[in-house]
């Protein structure tokens, strides 16, 4: 019998909370981005950003995020499909890590339009 709408929608959450735990636990890339994440994230209470501007930085964060997932997963199939060194496989790998360099860019330029101000204040 076919399951439910709802029930596959919570298997699909269930699965999308597995591979997020994966990401964390094993990708040092991951592991860096969440400390800074979590700097960010205490930074924002600390000098008392809007609401606009947390929108921006969730907004960054979750790009990271997910950028560097797809990242991790792109990888991880070309990896398995060609395991030695392939220039073409190369190739794909570098632009997924070109897409990371974008959205790391980004994140970073909000963080100083959002920080930068504030921080000189503080001098």
Same mark, same amino acid.
């Given at each position: !019998?076919?399951?439910? *709408?709802? $029930? ?10 597995? @591979?997020? &735990? &994966?990401?964390? $636990?094993?990708? =040092? ?16 209470? &600390? *000098?008392? %950003?809007?609401? %606009?501007?947390?929108? *921006?930085? /969730? !907004?960054?964060? @979750? ?5 560097? @997932? ?20 190369? *190739? /794909?790998?570098?632009?997924? =890590? ?14 100083? %339009?959002? &920080?930068?101000? $504030? ?5």
């Amino acid at each position: !019998m076919k399951e439910s *709408f709802i $029930k596959n929608r919570l298997h699909s959450i269930v699965y999308a909370a597995r @591979g997020a &735990y &994966y990401l964390i $636990k094993t990708e =040092a890339s991951i592991q860096a981005q969440f400390i800074i994440a979590g700097l960010t994230i205490v930074a924002g209470f &600390y *000098f008392k %950003i809007s609401t %606009i501007e947390w929108i *921006f930085q /969730i !907004m960054a964060i @979750g790009s990271i995020f997910a950028i560097e @997932g797809a990242n991790t997963a792109i990888e991880k199939l070309c990896d398995f499909i060609h395991p030695d060194h392939h220039e073409r496989i190369g *190739f /794909i790998k570098d632009i997924a =890590a070109g897409a990371v360099l974008f959205s790391a860019t980004a994140a970073i330029i909000v963080g100083l %339009i959002i &920080y930068l101000p $504030k921080i000189i204040l503080l001098f």
